[in-house]
């Protein structure tokens, strides 16, 4: 089963760019709301790192979530969206002066911070302004996550975070700032996590932290546990929605949450993966010794993610209903990596044939460059068409 999209309007547009479904991007973003919705303190914010997009960012905004930042730019990006800097996180383990001070000039609600070395230049740059800074521990939990080795940030041999050994020393050190105000734990232990087990051993691995927290009379306000839920690349038909509500409900049953604590979480890919597609010409096909190549106008500039994580993307001939042949589908940027699939079936292309890489919405625009001095690809939504 393929996707159904707008071809007649495709084929008006010059290639590659992306299309972004926002009837499935709101359906997303309402089932998200439902489920997360059933569970008392539970707060949504979307890792905008995931896709920028300004249309994207304003349904998203419409949809009521939080933002969470990884940049000064992505703050500022947000904040022209529209949306409340009081629902805007900032983590990062290298946040530079100037993005500190943007967040503190813009009362964002929270910075995740990732060591006691950063604490204390949040400390100096607040003090200047006149200002406290609420920020979250960042602490890295240990916890590994079964994806790719690439994604996972939560181990400890990762950068991210500080270690749990030195917890409540931090706690301590943030406690004695005079403008700095301790509001809770921050943990991310990954991305494309589908094994529910991961996000429940976050879960027993927090519960400990808090218990340990509570014999040194320490209250936490606010738990955020990150993002990391994956998506099913190979069955974006059948499967176009994340399943939020094991997700939830993980959190819900294994998370002990205390009276009156927020449970925020960052989600990325699961928001937008699915209702984004990269669509490129074909070129030529090329019949080699052993392959047949299918060259199409977009590359790893345009989605870096199977050249990088040797990540899987649907791939569809959307312009052909004839028997699949068997291709290696590649791209025109002067790389050997820059291949998206090898021995894949796909309709039998022709020139001009338009092909969707599925599933392209997370991690894709957002990361496009102009090696080979390309053109970066542009971005629509159904309303653009
Ligand atoms: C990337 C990131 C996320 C989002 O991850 P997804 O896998 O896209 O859900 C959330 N929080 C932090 C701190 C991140 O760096």
Sequence with gaps: MKGTFPIEQFRQLKTPFYYYDTELLRQTLRVINAEAGKHEGFVVHYAIKANAHPKVLNVICQAGLGADCVSGGEIQRCIETGFAPSKIVYAGVGKSDWEINLGLDKNIFCFNVESVAELEVINELAEKKGKIARICLRINPDVGAHTHAKITTGLAENKFGIAMSDMEAAIERASQMPNIQFIGLHFHIGSQILNMDDFAALCNRINDLQTQLEKKHITIENINVGGGLGIDYHHPNRLPIADFK??????????????????????????????GTLIARTLYIKEGTAKKFLIVDAGMTDLIRPALYQAYHKIENISSEEPTETYDVVGPICESSD?????????????????????????GEIMASQYNCRELPKGYITEDL
């Design 339 to 363: 291949v998206f699939a090898k021995s894949t079936d796909v309709n039998k292309a022709h020139r001009g044939d338009l092909i969707a890489f599925r599933s392209a919405g997370a991690y």
């Design 246 to 275: 094991a997700y939830f409900d993980t959190y819900a049953r294994f998370l002990k949450l205390r009276q009156g604590q927020k449970l925020h979480f960052e989600l990325g890919r699961a928001v937008v993966a699915q209702m």
